[in-house]
């Protein structure tokens, strides 16, 4: 089992930063893969950027060039957030995977407005 919890949501004016961090604790040297997601109301979730224990990235096309992931040690990730849009408002879910299951944490909620 592998417990998440995430940290750093919340409200920001368009065209600022934010940065999420993500920290695994339980089974994490099984974790292949780490990264976030995000659901805005009435959509579905959708990736915005994983990356391996191999320090592979995938990052949605929505926030290519604006977004960065990284993997600062075995057990937490960050999402490093720039030039936010209120299109990117949204509960943010911190994931990690292991081959056979997929965790998540609670949310964060990342809200974008002026």
């Known amino acids: 089992q592998v417990q998440l919890v995430e940290s750093g949501g919340g409200l920001v004016q368009p065209g600022g930063s934010l940065r999420l961090s993500c920290a695994a604790s339980?089974?994490?040297?099984?974790?292949?893969?780490m990264g976030w997601y995000r659901q805005a109301p009435g959509k579905q979730r959708e990736l915005v950027a994983t990356i391996t224990s191999g320090g592979s990235t995938n990052v949605g096309d929505s926030v290519k060039g604006r977004f960065t992931i990284s993997r600062d040690n075995a057990q937490k990730v960050s999402l490093q957030m720039n030039s936010l849009k209120p299109e990117d408002t949204a509960v943010y879910y911190c994931?990690?995977?292991?081959?056979?299951?997929?965790?998540w944490g609670q949310g964060t909620q990342v809200t974008v407005s002026s």
């Open positions: 339980g089974s994490i040297f099984a974790i292949n893969a």
């Open positions: 994931n990690a995977y292991d081959y056979l299951h997929d965790y």
